[in-house]
């Protein structure tokens, strides 16, 4: 008998629990009557994209000739002070993989076919 009233006063608190949970997340109530809105939605943020990307300059390289480096990552690594292989050879592994949030592996493998290109 005592398994049974421990069983349901922990349903009884469940759903009290559920329904104190359910009124807090859930949008208030609409008037009778009154046609439904939705919420406005934020604009977007547009920023302008350049109609041509710019030339590189001579101390810049085409790191989207490493495998595994796209133009997102290519991009990243240009704002991480990283525009060309040698850059990327000279980099830290460890430092440069946590500002990208990738693994150290991974930047080791670009720095190998950075120097690859070097020479």
Do not use: C
């Not at 859930?26 to 302008?48: K, M």
């Amino acid at each position: 008998m005592k398994k049974l009233a421990a069983l349901v006063l922990t349903a009884l608190a469940a759903k009290v629990l559920y329904e104190l949970y359910r009124s807090s997340t859930a949008p208030p109530p609409q008037p009778a009557g009154a046609p439904f809105e939705p919420a406005p939605r934020p604009e977007p943020e547009r920023t302008a994209v350049p109609a041509e990307p710019a030339a590189a300059t001579a101390d810049e390289d085409d790191l989207t000739a490493i495998t595994g480096v796209g133009p997102a990552y290519a991009s990243r690594l240009n704002a991480a002070g990283i525009t060309g292989f040698a850059s990327l050879a000279a980099a830290d592994v460890v430092a440069l993989a946590e500002r990208l949030g990738m693994s150290a592996d991974a930047v080791a493998d670009w720095q190998r076919q950075a120097q690859n290109h070097i020479g």
